[in-house]
């Protein structure tokens, strides 16, 4: 029991699921900062639901990715785990637990929506979002098979930033997508980022990404490309003083962390794969270090 635990954890993935929940805390706090009132209740129960909906996602993608994933060997960030691929008699708890953490997700949207009375308009939210991560890897509809990763990560960047900020508000308002636009940039940074490596092993999996038909050069310059653009969006931003309680030229030089790692990459790409993967690291690293320094930036202002 104490052996099928570990691995269960280690197809969670909890890496990703530490940055997921950096977003969604960015999206809630950035609710606050905006006027809302923070309730815990709604933060706590807020995050369960997307919590569950996006541990949901590690067990899917690691169940129809086993056919592609058995091509590779997996990295810091990429490739799966490896848990299903070395355990096939561990293949029908995954997927059947990734159902149950669905279930769960949608249970406690309904709780949340009779405590809070929160409209349809939250279900729905919920719904897409597992949805999407669903069918991102589960037939028929396979979007990182078809050539629809990209646009489905991209997606995330506003749902989950947007499910802390719909938490806290109950709505999804202008001002919430303008500011969610960085994070789609940063979200296309982290789908061409997590690709690199496994450029033969998707194209022998049958995956259409962007890597696949464009090599990994090509995406190293997407990387660059969407890090300047976020840094830049971050200053435009700062000169339409739409949002007088953060102070985005700060948010500007925060951004530089990523944006130098992204740079480095770009100056450095390459097709070998070895040293691709020691690039790729560093940005996803320099990623994760953007959302712990926006927390801790928002929170800095709560206070």
Known sequence: MKNKLSKMIKIAELQFVFGGFLYFCIGAFFAVLLGTEFNSGKFLLGYSIFFFAHLSMQFSNE???????????????????????????????????????????????????????????????????????????????????????????????????????????????????IFAVAIMLYQTLFINAVQIPDMEVDKKGGKNTIIVKKGRKFGFTLIGISAIFATIYFLFVSQINLYPSINFNTISIISLVPLSFALFAYFNRTEDKTQAINLVNRVLASLFAFGILINIYFIYLLN
């Open 63 to 177: 169940y129809f990715d086993l056919e592609c994933d058995k091509h590779g060997t997996p990295t810091q960030f990429t490739g799966g785990s490896g848990v299903l691929v070395n355990n096939p008699g561990l293949r029908p708890f995954a997927i059947n637990f990734s159902l149950v953490l669905i279930a769960f997700s949608i249970v406690l949207t309904l709780i949340f929506m009779s405590l809070y009375s929160y409209s349809l308009w939250f279900l729905a939210f919920v719904i897409f979002g597992n949805l999407l991560a669903w069918f991102y890897a589960a037939p028929p509809v396979k979007l990182s098979y078809r050539g629809f990763s990209e646009v489905a990560t991209i997606l995330t960047g506003i749902i989950f930033p947007g499910m802390g900020y719909l938490a806290l508000t109950g709505t999804l308002d202008v001002q919430f997508f």
